[in-house]
């Protein structure tokens, strides 16, 4: 499976963008602007020891895992999270949970069956800087 993520925009601290999965538009990203992962490829990792259960292997020796998680704003992030919602506006995500609900279950199935799930992060050609 191909996850991509594709950076749309800034707002203040908050990075937008689009989450793809095999080319399908599945849901809307948030990162935190300072914390979040250079553009590149990464492999998603099943995590045992938490309650956020997949996280992306970054490969750093600092904050090596950067978790799938919800929340609707910059205010209800936890650290080196990319929040997964339906983008209202820059900076803010609506139906985060149903969103997440949705997107667990197939992250769930790659990994049962072995299959590596790739996450390419990347940089929309029409960024917005609103910051």
């Given at each position: ?10 707002y203040?601290h ?15 990203t ?9 553009e ?13 259960p ?6 750093k ?5 950067v ?29 985060s ?7 667990l ?6 990994l049962?069956r ?6 390419k992060i ?10």
């Amino acid at each position: 499976m191909e996850i991509k993520i594709i950076r749309f925009g800034r707002y203040h601290h908050a990075v937008s963008g689009r989450l793809l999965i095999d080319g399908q538009h599945v849901c809307d990203t948030l990162e935190q602007d300072n914390g979040s992962l250079p553009e590149g490829e990464y492999v998603m990792c099943r995590n045992k020891a938490s309650a956020l259960p997949y996280y992306i292997y970054s490969g750093k020796e600092e904050d090596r895992k950067v978790f799938l998680s919800m929340g609707n704003g910059i205010h209800g992030w936890r650290h080196r999270c990319i929040i997964v919602g339906e983008c209202l506006h820059l900076g803010f995500l609506i139906r985060s949970q149903e969103h997440y609900d949705q997107l667990l279950p197939r992250l769930r199935m790659q990994l049962v069956r072995h299959r590596p799930i790739v996450v390419k992060i990347s940089r929309s050609p029409d960024f917005v800087d609103a910051a």
